[in-house]
């Protein structure tokens, strides 16, 4: 069946160290593929999003890029703040089971400190 | 511009009992979808409603029912509540079938 498979967290980091939080995925067909961020005490929000290979997805200096042939859509930033603590949530989803049934990872918390 | 909000916050039900969970999407936005989510299952696709019609159903009992109404307010219920109930529920708004979701903070239910 379709999946996705993220790094465990916690993940913890100083302030302006290099993130990269790992997510892969099973799938048949060519799915859409997602990162959500849940921040403390607040509902989860699209943080970017690629709709088919090679594109790469950006948004608040996070980018991940679209890999067919690694299956990955693996998320990075050059350079964390402690604003970025919260648990970020890989997902995908097709067209024909409609976008916005979405399939996503067990989530991967990242703490920074300062 | 108001988020998605998600009434009652917290409850706390009697196994056999029911519920019902109410979520008023925001303005404009016709696709109200209901997740819930838990320590061990994390985040599962319940269903999705679009203009008052279910449009996809998760792989859950036919005790979580949901419906939308014409304001695209949209409720879920669970009957015969069972202690395995107990979970987040997170109910999500979109303006079309993208995949970009809108969250509320959820309704957490306790099962006693």
């Known amino acids: 069946g379709n999946s996705v498979t993220q790094m465990e967290g916690p993940v913890t980091l100083s302030e302006e160290a290099f993130l990269t939080i790992n997510c892969t995925y099973t799938?048949?067909?060519?799915?859409?593929l997602f990162w959500y961020v849940q921040y403390p005490g607040e509902g989860l929000q699209l943080l970017l999003k690629?709709?088919?290979?090679?594109d790469k997805g950006s948004n608040k200096g996070f980018e991940a890029t679209y890999r067919k042939e690694t299956t990955s859509f693996h998320l990075e930033k050059g350079s964390v703040q402690v604003s970025d603590s919260a648990v970020y949530f890989c997902?995908?989803?097709?067209?024909?089971?409609?976008?916005?049934?979405?399939?996503f990872g067990a989530g991967t918390r990242l703490a920074v400190h300062p | 511009k108001a988020g998605v909000t998600q009434t009652p916050r917290y409850l706390i039900k009697t196994r056999g009992q029911q519920v019902t969970l109410s979520c008023s999407p925001i303005?404009?936005?016709?696709?109200v979808s209901w997740y819930q989510q838990t320590p061990g299952q994390g985040l599962q696709f319940l269903f999705e409603?679009?203009?008052?019609?279910?449009?996809n159903k998760g792989n859950f009992p036919g005790r979580f029912s949901g419906r939308q109404f014409s304001n695209s307010r949209s409720e879920m219920n669970v009957s015969t509540l069972e202690l395995g109930d107990s979970a987040l529920y997170l109910c999500?708004?979109?303006?079309?079938?993208?995949?970009?979701?809108?969250f509320g903070e959820g309704s957490r239910l306790t099962v006693l």
């Open positions: 999500a708004s979109s303006v079309r079938t993208s995949g970009e979701l809108f």
């Open positions: 799938a048949t067909g060519y799915p859409s």
């Open positions: 690629a709709t088919k290979a090679d």
């Open positions: 997902a995908l989803s097709f067209s024909g089971g409609g976008y916005n049934k979405l399939i």
């Open positions: 303005s404009g936005h016709r696709s």
């Open positions: 409603y679009f203009s008052e019609t279910q449009r």
